[in-house]
Structure formats: structure tokens, C-alpha cells
């Protein structure tokens, strides 16, 4: 996979949206936008922006925070992701929301625009963080709000999966850089001129039903980029011997993984 951003952007863009239809199976989602949408704590009539807005695990939650009388526009680099969303906001007759096709690094909006701009799990694929960054504080109001969530480290007990998918040349590397780290986040929203910074911790033991549950996810993330390299003979051998793998951690009500996030929020603080 070439390190060129563009490609990777391409690469991203390809993938979401042909997972668009499978993705919004992932019951983890939902779960975690609603946190996301609490701790930002966005009051009624607010305009707010949902960069990667998915399937609508931040969207849906932040319209009902907004009501009537407030905004949420979601955008995705994925236009499948855009599309199917935008739909559903349809099928819901939410006239608060819209969803748009759009590159998080060079948003189309005025300056000052957005009361809060949210973020679910997807700052480590922006090629230019600094910029994105920056491009959410230009369209902030002034003391508007940011919220973000961040991935923390992985269930170690799962580490077999990339240890395969290396054995297997299944790797594909979309992420440009680890936000793991509350240091390393602090830094981040710190040098791009965010103040009054917060950062909380949320865990989650997810109990998947079956392996084809689990398969659905690690199939419908951007970890798909690399599964699709494989011939359909060997990606049959591959996920066969998954989930044999997984078969090994049943316990009596499933298959645990503990997912471990973060939650940082911080003001757009003018000198």
C-alpha cells in the first residue's frame, strides 16, 4: 500500500463505502457515539458538524440533542457511507439533519460556523491531522466545542488476529498516526490552539454471538483494505483458520473483546 495521502484517501474511500451496508451492524457504535454526544453535552438549537459521520452512531444522538430548532450536518469521505445515512435520515423525517460527501481536511464551510464539531474514531486515518484540526477550529465559533473519540489499546487476547493477517500479507496501513495515548492527544488539540482540554475513559466488554458476527465487523472497518488483497481461496483459508482461533476464546455467553476508548473535549480558545 503506497504512503502517498491521496492514495490512502482513495483507499479509504473505496473501502467505507463498500461496507456502508454491513457497517451499521456494528453494535459497538452506537454505544460510543452516545457517550461521545453526552460528554460533549450540546445543548438545544445547536449547529453541529459529524466529520466521519459513518452510518449515524454520533449523527442520530446529536440531532436529538439539537431538536428542531437546531442543525447537524454530517460528512464522510465515503460517499456510500454519505448516502445510505442520508436515507435513513429520510426514513426518520429528521428535518434537523443532512448528510454531505466530504474530505475532513478541506471542509466547505464559512468560518465560525459550527457551535460543536464531533468526531467518532477516525483522527488516526487523516493524512494531515494538524490541518483537519485546524480546519475544525476555523469553523468553530468562537469558545465552541470539540469532542473526539479515540481508540485506546487493543484486547490483548486478540493479538493473534494481527499476527495472522501479517502471516497472511492481509495488512493494509490506512491509520497516519497512533492516538492511543492521552499525551499524545493532549498534544495534538494543544498545538492546534485548543484550550480547557478533557479527556475521559470509557470500556466496553463486547460480547460477540458468533464468528460470523465478529467477521462482520473486522469486514466492514477500514482493516477491510487489506483482507480484499487476498484471493477468494485464501481469504477463505485465512478466515477459517479465524475462526478456529476464535473458537478457542468461547466462553458460556460468547466471544469477549474489551474495547478501551477515549473521549477528549476541548474549546476553541481565541487569543
Same mark, same amino acid.
Given at each position: ?128 491531522? !494538524?490541518?483537519?484540526? =485546524? ?5 468553530? #465559533?468562537? $469558545? ?7 481508540? @485506546? +489499546? ?63 465487523? !473486522?469486514?466492514?472497518? =477500514? ?5 480484499? #488483497?487476498? $484471493? ?7 478466515? @477459517? +483458520? ?30
Amino acid at each position: 500500500m503506497s504512503s502517498d495521502p491521496q492514495n490512502k484517501k482513495d483507499t479509504l474511500q473505496d473501502v467505507f463505502t463498500r461496507s456502508a451496508s454491513s457497517y451499521e451492524r456494528i453494535r459497538y457504535f452506537p454505544i460510543f457515539g452516545e457517550w461521545l454526544v453526552d460528554t460533549a453535552q450540546i445543548p438545544a438549537g445547536s449547529k453541529v458538524l459529524d466529520v466521519a459521520c459513518g452510518r449515524g452512531a454520533v449523527l442520530f444522538p446529536a440531532a436529538q440533542c439539537v431538536g428542531a430548532q437546531g442543525k447537524v450536518v454530517g460528512i464522510d469521505l465515503a460517499l456510500g457511507m454519505a448516502d445510505e445515512t442520508g436515507l435513513e435520515i429520510q426514513k426518520r423525517g429528521l428535518m434537523q439533519a443532512e448528510t454531505r460527501q466530504m474530505d475532513a481536511e478541506n471542509l466547505d464551510f464559512p468560518a465560525s460556523f459550527f457551535d460543536f464539531v464531533l468526531c467518532g474514531f477516525s483522527l488516526q486515518f487523516f493524512p494531515h491531522l !494538524e490541518h483537519a484540526l =485546524s480546519e475544525f477550529r476555523r469553523v468553530l #465559533k468562537p $469558545s465552541g466545542r470539540i469532542a473526539v473519540t479515540t481508540w @485506546a +489499546e487493543d484486547d490483548s487476547r486478540w493479538d493473534w488476529f494481527e499476527d495472522l493477517r501479517t502471516q497472511y500479507q492481509a495488512v493494509a496501513k490506512l491509520g497516519s498516526q497512533s492516538l492511543d495515548k492521552p499525551e499524545a492527544i493532549h498534544k495534538w488539540f494543544s498545538d492546534a490552539g485548543f484550550g480547557d482540554i478533557q479527556i475521559s475513559t470509557k470500556e466496553l466488554d463486547m460480547v460477540y454471538e458468533d464468528e460470523e458476527e465478529w467477521w462482520n465487523v !473486522e469486514w466492514s472497518i =477500514s482493516g477491510r483494505a487489506g483482507l480484499e #488483497k487476498l $484471493s477468494l481461496e485464501v481469504l477463505e483459508n485465512f478466515k @477459517a +483458520e479465524c475462526f478456529a482461533k476464535v473458537q478457542s476464546q468461547r466462553e458460556a455467553d460468547g466471544f469477549h473483546y474489551q474495547l478501551s476508548a477515549f473521549c477528549t473535549t476541548a474549546k476553541n480558545v481565541y487569543e
